[in-house]
């Protein structure tokens, strides 16, 4: 099970970080990521990032300003957004996965989070 925290209300241009803590698995050999979905739209990558960091990928439109991390001792994974604009409200959900071939295919990953709102105001 997957536990995500961390969403909420932030003005455009604010900081949110989302936290993704594992419960009952081990994050050990697993491809951790963070999507989101906009109401009325398709869940989307937002980044990912493999066992030991070897291999980190972002959006496009996140670069620069989301980062994922992953503390493995404590078996969870973060999403650090900063400059948040309004277009990044949606859901946010992060999931794991041990045979990723492609990132950003949300099928690929075996155990999802329930989801958090991030809502950013204009």
């Known amino acids: 099970q997957l536990v995500v925290s961390g969403g909420g209300l932030v003005q455009a241009g604010g900081s949110l970080r989302l936290s993704c803590a594992a419960s009952?698995?081990?994050?050990?050999?697993?491809?951790t990521a963070w999507f989101r979905q906009a109401p009325g739209k398709e869940r989307n990558f937002v980044a990912a990032i493999t066992w030991k960091g070897g291999n980190i990928d972002y959006a496009d439109s996140v670069k620069g300003r989301f980062t994922i991390s992953r503390d493995n001792a404590k078996n969870t994974v973060y999403l650090q957004m900063n400059s948040l604009k309004p277009e990044d409200t949606a859901v946010y959900y992060c999931?794991?996965?041990?045979?990723?071939?492609?990132?950003?295919?949300?099928?690929?990953?075996?155990?999802w989070g329930q989801g958090t709102q991030v809502t950013v105001s204009s």
């Open positions: 009952g698995l081990t994050f050990a050999g697993y491809v």
């Open positions: 999931a794991a996965g041990r045979i990723i071939t492609t990132l950003s295919v949300p099928s690929e990953y075996d155990y």
